[in-house]
């Protein structure tokens, strides 16, 4: 077996052979720990930086042609003073090339332009920019003001619904172009979840602020109809707001100029 890691070709020992379970497709994959020698500081330095940035590594065939891509990871490092040798023990991981066809929320078909799924241990995280039509955003907009949490379905990926919730979206208008940063978070991030709770502390900090606005202006109201300046049907007709008005008014906290200027890969 011979293994390509940037500029650098190693012929490593295979320690360990191993399969386990993709957290993302649930495919079985392959997972080796090998040992292998690099030979002077000049290229040490270089196998050091590469590891650091996370390289690809991949197998080359007899040909040296390249075959599959695996994930490295260093487990150990060991040098003598005196000898020009480098020993390492790394572990390898098979990756997948994960192509996302659409992305399901509930019943609302999406197809991502931007993707990204990673796992913080068995927490699922997706970020994912969609293009959306007027109509498409007051579905997702519904959704996103509806049950916290929904199922979700990863097209192309994983057909399994996963229970999960939006965290903070933001999202951009133009040319009657809306561009939508869906931001979800597995279920069983809030399960037992010791520390603030969800959308804390903005949450708390809002309700005493609304309850204190409320407050007030129901007292201009009836400052208002106690001078004449209102009637009573007037002052009642102030207190019913259309839902589709308010839902765009609160999406407007999210807004921001152009949503492709942002980075998407962080």
Known sequence: M????????????????EMFFSKHTSAP???????FCVNGKDANDDLQSLLADKAEAVTLDDNDQPGESWKIRQLSYNYQTGRSDYDYSCELERTENLQIEKLILSDFEVEPYFYKEDFSDDVLIIRARVKLSPEEFKRLKDLLYGEIYFPVVRK????????????????????????FEIYLIDRS????????????????NIQVTLTKTTESFLKLLTLLESK?????????SMKDVDKEQYLSRLTRFYEVNDLDELPFDN
């Open 228 to 236: 004449g300046l209102i009637t009573s049907g007037e002052r009642e």
């Open 156 to 179: 192309g990926i994983n057909e399994k619904p996963r229970e999960m919730r939006f965290g903070k979206n933001i999202w951009s208008e133009s040319d009657e172009e809306i561009k």
């Open 2 to 17: 011979k293994i390509k890691l940037g500029d650098y070709i190693i012929s490593p020992i295979i320690e360990e052979d």
């Open 189 to 204: 991030h809030d399960i037992g979840n010791k520390g603030l709770g969800l959308f804390e502390p903005e949450m708390t």
């Open 29 to 35: 994959l392959r997972r080796l720990r090998i040992t």
